[in-house]
């Protein structure tokens, strides 16, 4: 079974602070797909990444930037020097069977950036 | 445009009705998702489709039913056997080349 695990529920910090969010997963498989997917109030989701699970390199875009660790079954997200604009619900998923692609998501994680 | 186009936004429905939730694409790609998404809580899969008329149950299939009869459209009809419909609903298309789900904008189905 594939499961996705987001442990913060809510984060809540000041603008200009650096914050991580952090995504634990199961998997079986050999080869899979991790995502991070952004929410904002308006409902659609918004694709961040897509990371394979042979490439383990973090990756940062901007303010943006992503920790791949296989031996820790984790792919954290960091956002440096938080913006109001950042507040929003963040996913992690995990994409098992490149076949079928289905995506299996994490409970997410509600993070408000106050002024 | 291009893109996913989910009709309508905003739905009422009296218990015991049924509801069709509405999912078109433009971008020309086979396969095609619903998930629903409850207050707090992840997005689980409901019906997904590969090719024109396929189509397979997710893991929250009952109470759901899907057609898909053109590769442009894949509706989801939310049957009076739901026990729980209200809730926000998500269609998604696969892009084959980099295995990425781009979402539409969502249907939030509401029970009186």
């Known amino acids: 079974a594939q499961k996705v695990t987001q442990a913060q529920t809510e984060i809540s910090v000041v603008e200009k602070e650096d914050v991580t969010l952090d995504c634990v997963y199961e998997t079986r498989d050999t080869t899979y797909y991790l995502f991070w997917y952004k929410q904002p109030p308006s409902g659609e989701l918004v694709f961040l990444i897509r990371?394979?699970?042979?490439?383990?390199q973090n990756e940062i875009s901007g303010r943006y930037s992503w920790n791949f660790q296989k031996s820790t079954s984790s792919f954290n997200f960091t956002i440096t020097a938080s913006q109001v604009v950042d507040s929003a619900v963040y996913f992690c998923?995990?994409?098992?069977?490149?076949?079928?692609?289905?995506?299996?998501f994490g409970q997410g994680t509600r993070l408000t950036i106050n002024p | 445009d291009g893109g996913i186009t989910q009709s309508p936004k905003y739905l009422f429905r009296k218990e015991g009705q049924n509801v069709t939730l509405s999912c078109e694409q433009n971008?020309?790609?086979?396969?095609m998702y619903w998930y629903r998404q409850d207050p707090g809580q992840g997005l689980r899969l409901i019906y997904y489709?590969?090719?024109?008329?396929?189509?397979q149950k997710g893991d929250i299939a009952e109470g759901y039913s899907v057609s898909r009869e053109k590769k442009e459209s894949f509706p989801l009809t939310v049957t009076s056997a739901q026990k729980n419909p209200t809730a926000f609903y998500l269609c998604a298309v696969a892009g084959e080349d980099t295995g990425e789900l781009f979402f539409g904008e969502g249907s939030r189905l509401t029970v009186l």
């Open positions: 489709s590969q090719i024109v008329n396929d189509f």
């Open positions: 998923a995990l994409m098992g069977r490149r076949g079928a692609q289905k995506l299996v």
């Open positions: 990371r394979n699970s042979f490439d383990e």
């Open positions: 971008l020309n790609h086979d396969a």
